[in-house]
């Protein structure tokens, strides 16, 4: 099974993923297309999909090179540090999980969403 990345491309879906985010759980993955850091953390990311228990939890993909303003308005939105390669679990409209570069563990989501 691949890595069910849906686009984030629009200021309103952080509101729809924010409320969303009451009901299940949400990731945000934040990606620089020209940083091979950032390039390595995606692949770990798709690698790992598929045995991570996190099947039923939408995970959003961020061009931070396309969609800038997008990453700013999820730092205040969520009160979080830019990072990027930065992954975010965001649950009950707050972020509870919040990793970056090779500190992005799928594990560690996992334990999150199910705690």
């Not at 949400?26 to 790992?48: D, G, M, N, P």
């Not at 979080?80 to 999980?97: D, F, M, T």
Request: charged share 20%; hydrophobic share 40%; glycine share 4%.
């Amino acid at each position: 099974m691949s890595t069910p990345w849906l686009p984030l491309t629009q200021p309103e879906q952080l509101t729809e993923l924010a409320q969303a985010s009451h009901e299940q759980p949400v990731l945000i993955f934040k990606h620089s297309t020209t940083c091979s850091i950032s390039a390595a953390a995606k692949s770990k990311i798709e690698r790992q999909w598929a045995d991570s228990g996190l099947a039923n939890v939408p995970i959003y993909y961020l061009d931070l090179l396309r969609f800038r303003p997008l990453s700013a308005q999820i730092a205040d939105q969520f009160g979080i540090r830019h990072e990027s390669p930065q992954l975010l679990l965001i649950k009950n409209g707050e972020c509870q999980y919040d990793a970056s570069h090779m500190g992005i563990r799928l594990s560690d989501v996992s334990a999150k969403v199910a705690g």
